[in-house]
């Protein structure tokens, strides 16, 4: 910039000491130096000033320019953040869809392992019956068969005692005592069977409640979001000995009484 205004400066010396032109407010200057001052001050000017002439000249091209490139910038993030939501909610949609699946899955493994344990207690419940009524069935098969060896031993000691005049008083007393005795052992025999029959049922009965119970929580468990008490990183395993200390502390059912 220091050779623009020496330039300058120069040109107005000349201007200054060029002859006039008579009659006239004109001068005479070397035109070939000014000439070479004017170029001087053309390559003086920085490069700088052109490209801004430029700009100038092309404003409204460059505005123009600028503002479509700015709407389809702005398009372009509208389309992109319309994808990102879309994709968004699309993985979203799949992701519900997915753990819904998953809890389906769980409630149905759930399902089939509540039916599967039922199925059991009922198979266990079947062969503890069954064996329990065998048992009733050949312990009063026993008290029947004493019964009536009692009552035939009975019956021939009398008949015995009958045929024989002198002792026809202590045999009817024997053979009452004997039938009574046989009476006596087939009542107990049937006492012990249903002893027997009910202390079965009611260890069963227990058996298969804690069980019922167990299949009832793990249920409602599921359907509440928290996973099954079996179900690993879904959710807490409830420690053994708090749930013995809250399972003797919930009411249970009266034992009911097996009636053949």
Known sequence: MFRVFESLDELVQIIEEAHGVPLSANCMVPRQRVLELLDELRDAFPAELDDAQDVLDQRDEIIDDAEARANNTISTADDEAHRIVDEANARATQEIEDAQARADNTIGAAEDEAARVREDAQREYDDVVGRAAAEADRLIADGNASYDRSVAEGREEQARLIAESTVVREANEEARRVVADAHAD???????????????????????????????????????????????AQGEREPREAREVRESREPREPRRRYER
């Open 186 to 232: 087939s009542t107990r025999l049937r006492e012990e069977c249903d002893r027997y029959v009910d202390g079965k049922l009611a260890e069963f009965e227990e058996s298969l409640s804690a069980t019922l119970r167990s299949v009832n929580r793990d249920r409602s468990a599921l359907r509440s979001g928290a996973g099954a008490s079996g179900a690993g």
